[in-house]
């Protein structure tokens, strides 16, 4: 029997000992869209002399592999109560404080981040990683749900027969376009069409000799958030980007999607420093394309992401 695309799960679960993998099971999945797998070997070549000249065959060695995926950016549909993709989020180096009822914050950490087992399941195949940890970016299009891109990178994987998860129970909130939201920079209500925010982590494999596949996980090393936009523009009277580009002066920014109570998500920034601006065309308007830094307040701080 063909393997099918369209037939296809992701499940996740944070592991109870770092780079050991959890058993997954139906309660672990969640939808995504477009996801990939790819797999790394590093063979070494055996480079050695004889009356031929034929290769003699490779040592495969150190072992790892990247799942990459798209989810909805959307609440649980009941304020207080952790999101699916919180796990993820968690495993990307963001601490959760949950407000029973009322909220739950994801904000970034830099210690005591979990490692997560991550599978695809194809169709009666089995794709996994472990000792994984990862990045991801927020992606907002006017009219278009927002969607989140996460990229893990796992210690070792494997890839076996397995039949797809039974018992399945996927989160049922839709996610809200972006449209109707409130948006400010700097205290300036932009008009914008789109909005990205690469978090930026950089992911380390940590060798380990002791370990079969050469690594005992990944680990964040670094993490350096970017944020992009692309406003009209306006008279430096009303609003000056320039000016406030050259002067490396630092603003707010505050974003807020959708207006039902355990379907909103709120993003805020303190310190957003312009760094960089070109001339846009959006059928006709004058726009320009800003990259910003999401700078620190105090550390640890840089960004928050809150679903109510």
């Keep these: 029997m063909p393997i099918l695309i369209q037939r296809i799960q992701l499940a996740a679960k944070i592991e109870a000992t770092e780079g050991t993998a959890e058993s997954l099971a139906g309660a672990d999945a969640m939808l995504v869209a477009n996801p990939t797998f790819r797999p790394e070997i590093k063979s070494t070549d055996r480079a050695q002399l004889s009356s031929s000249l034929s290769r003699f065959g490779a040592v495969p060695?150190?072992?790892?592999?990247?799942?990459?995926?798209?989810?909805?950016?959307?609440?649980?549909?009941?304020?207080g109560t952790s999101p699916v993709i919180g796990k993820l989020m968690r495993a990307c180096g963001f601490g959760e404080t949950i407000v029973a009822s009322t909220s739950v914050t994801y904000a970034p950490a830099s210690a005591s981040v979990p490692s997560?087992?991550?599978?695809?399941?194809?169709?009666?195949?089995?794709?996994m990683i472990w000792g994984a940890r990862g990045t991801f970016k927020i992606v907002c299009k006017a009219g278009?749900?927002?969607?989140?891109h996460f990229m893990f990178t796992g210690a070792d994987f494997s890839v076996t027969d397995l039949a797809l998860l039974t018992g399945v129970a996927y989160e049922t909130t839709v996610p809200q376009p972006f449209q109707a939201a409130t948006f400010t920079i700097d205290s300036y209500a932009a008009l914008i069409e789109s909005l990205e925010i690469d978090i930026g982590n950089q992911v380390s494999l940590r060798p380990d000799v002791t370990a079969i596949s050469g690594h005992r996980s990944a680990a964040i090393t670094k993490r350096e958030s970017v944020?992009?936009?692309?406003?009209?523009?306006?008279?430096?009277?009303?609003?000056?980007?320039?000016g406030k580009w050259r002067s490396g002066v630092m603003g707010a920014l505050s974003l807020a999607i959708g207006a039902v109570v355990g379907n909103k998500a709120e993003i805020t920034a303190p310190k957003v420093q312009y760094v960089g601006i070109a001339p846009g065309d959006r059928s006709g308007i004058r726009t320009l394309g800003i990259d910003s830094w999401l700078n620190r307040n105090s550390g640890d701080d840089e960004i928050s992401i809150a679903f109510k």
Excluded at 61 to 78: M, N, P, Q, T
């Design 227 to 242: 944020l992009t936009i692309d406003p009209e523009l306006i008279t430096v009277a009303t609003y000056d980007f320039y």
């Design 144 to 148: 278009e749900p927002s969607m989140i």
């Design 61 to 79: 060695g150190l072992r790892s592999a990247v799942i990459e995926f798209d989810v909805e950016l959307k609440s649980s549909g009941v304020a």
């Design 116 to 127: 997560i087992t991550i599978a695809l399941y194809a169709d009666g195949m089995r794709k």
